[in-house]
């Protein structure tokens, strides 16, 4: 990958915002790209953290496996999703699987590199510092949905944050590609499946979301009003 476009890629995502353009180039010129096929594991839990990936092309999962063995998916990495950040920015282990769900394409940053160009360059320090802030209350966020909240405004909460960059732009409907199944959404609410089918199809009678094939077409207002509403 040419360095400009790789510039590009680092530049657009949040880890990195407000870092210099110069700064943004170092970490380019770092980045090395790496190809994995579909099924293959990226990173398990529990292994030490030596790189972070930001995401190319392709699907990754993330997920945890319970003592009874049951998978729990957290999230899908796709296309611009920066994923191993935690591990390799504090050197700890792994707290999640990393699996590729269909071919992906990848830039790894290792922790070598980070740690070195953190300490050089300030700017990426107060970016970095900044996205782990924002980073901690999306998952408190999560938490407390799970925890408070009915099935349904979780479900539009999970909706309106996949369509963030729209409602944060003000627009009052959103159209939202879905690459995730219903079975993996459920798992990430905390729900069964045939729970989640129906909580899609309240927030369908309630005008909020529309579906489109395999897209959903937003409510942005309606949509808000059931995630503030329904605890």
């Known amino acids: 990958m040419a360095a400009t476009a ?69 999230r899908h990495a796709e296309t611009g999703a920066l994923i191993g950040e935690m591990a390799a920015l504090d050197g700890g282990a792994r707290s999640a699987d990393a699996t590729a769900v269909t071919e992906a394409r990848v830039l790894a940053l290792a922790r070598a ?7 050089e360059r300030p700017s990426l320090a ?21 925890a408070l909240y009915r099935l349904e405004p979780r479900l539009a909460r999970f909706l309106l944050a996949l369509a963030r960059a729209d409602v944060e732009a ?39 979301v529309a579906r489109e094939g395999r897209a959903l077409r937003l409510q942005v207002d309606t949509l808000t009003a059931i995630a503030d509403g329904g605890a």
Not at 9 to 32: M, T
Not at 177 to 204: H, T, V
């Open 170 to 208: 003000g627009r009052r409907t959103a159209r939202l590609e879905l690459a995730l199944n219903q079975s993996e959404i459920a798992d990430m609410l905390g729900a069964s499946r045939p729970k989640l089918n129906g909580a899609l199809a309240a927030l369908e009678a309630a005008g909020a």
């Open 113 to 119: 590199d980070m740690d070195r160009l953190l300490a």
């Open 126 to 146: 107060r970016a970095v510092v900044r996205f782990l802030c924002r980073r901690l209350r999306d998952t408190t966020d999560q938490m407390e949905s799970i």
């Open 6 to 74: 790789a510039a590009d890629r680092i530049g657009g995502l949040d880890l990195f915002a407000g870092a210099r353009p110069e700064d943004v180039a170092a970490l380019a010129a770092a980045a090395r790209p790496r190809r994995f096929s579909a099924g293959a594991t990226l990173f398990q839990r529990g292994d030490a953290g030596a790189e972070m990936f930001i995401v190319l092309e392709g699907r990754i999962r993330l997920s945890v496996l319970s003592a009874e063995g049951r998978e729990l998916s957290l």
